[in-house]
T-cell receptor, first 111, second 114 residues
Framework: DAKTTQPPSMDCAEGRAANLPCNHS???????VYWYRQIHSQGPQYIIH???NNETNEMASLIITEDRKSSTLILPHATLRDTAVYYC????????????FGTGTRLQVTL | SAVISQKPSRDICQRGTSLTIQCQVD?????MFWYRQQPGQSLTLIAT?????????ESGFVIDKFPISRPNLTFSTLTVSNMSPEDSSIYLC???????????FGQGTRLTVV
């Protein structure tokens, strides 16, 4: 699986957009970019995933660069409940559930 | 989707003893996994629980220390054997559901070994 690199921590004001970057410069053509988050004392929660097109769901948007070497997860209106560790994971087709977690980004949403 | 129930949610155990953690899913799943999350660290995959056969362990994890059972498509157990304080971690069960693109996780079992 391709290695991903994320900043260790970020802050965001409540109500503002949180933009979380992820570098995956060695990603291969059959690897999807997945995002999960882990709120304190809970199990990880799936957010969104994509291959090469931008994706949006009720939780977030995922922007993948054209060369697929990096991506950005966007929480459009961050709330205090979005405070969590966010993990970006590159996952080959057909193995969406066997996950190799990196260190993630700790997002702190503040008033 | 899948709703996963893990028991116990937390426990404090004496060193040298063993603890069995249960993972129950509300529907039949194709794959079940066990992860460990040491204090302040990210999650590490321990093994894939295979229905009807021995679990598949990741590098650094062995069956004698972490025996796993999966008697059917909705249930699995992980035993942490001969515990030491270094085993203090959160242990999480995860499942793959047919036609779902993502994994689902239980809330974890917080284990403290004293």
């Amino acid at each position: 699986d391709a290695k991903t690199t994320q900043p260790p921590s970020m802050d965001c004001a409540e109500g503002r957009a949180a933009n979380l970057p992820c570098n995956h410069s060695t990603i291969s053509g059959n690897e999807y970019v997945y995002w999960y988050r882990q709120i304190h004392s809970q199990g990880p929660q799936y957010i969104i995933h994509g291959l090469k097109n931008n994706e949006t769901n009720e939780m977030a948007s995922l922007i993948i660069t054209e060369d697929r070497k990096s991506s950005t997860l966007i929480l459009p209106h961050a709330t205090l409940r979005d405070t969590a560790v966010y993990y970006c994971i590159a996952i080959p087709t057909g193995t969406a559930s066997k996950l190799t977690f990196g260190t993630g980004t700790r997002l702190q949403v503040t008033l | 989707s899948a709703v996963i129930s893990q028991k116990p949610s937390r426990d404090i155990c004496q060193r040298g003893t063993s603890l069995t953690i249960q993972c129950q899913v509300d529907s039949q799943v194709t794959m079940m996994f066990w992860y460990r999350q040491q204090p302040g660290q990210s999650l590490t995959l321990i093994a894939t629980a295979n229905q009807g056969s021995e679990a598949t362990y990741e590098s650094g994890f062995v069956i004698d220390k972490f025996p796993i059972s999966r008697p059917n498509l909705t249930f699995s157990t992980l035993t942490v054997s001969n515990m030491s304080p270094e085993d203090s971690s959160i242990y999480l069960c995860s499942v793959e559901v047919a036609r779902a693109a993502e994994a689902f996780f239980g809330q974890g079992t917080r284990l403290t070994v004293v």
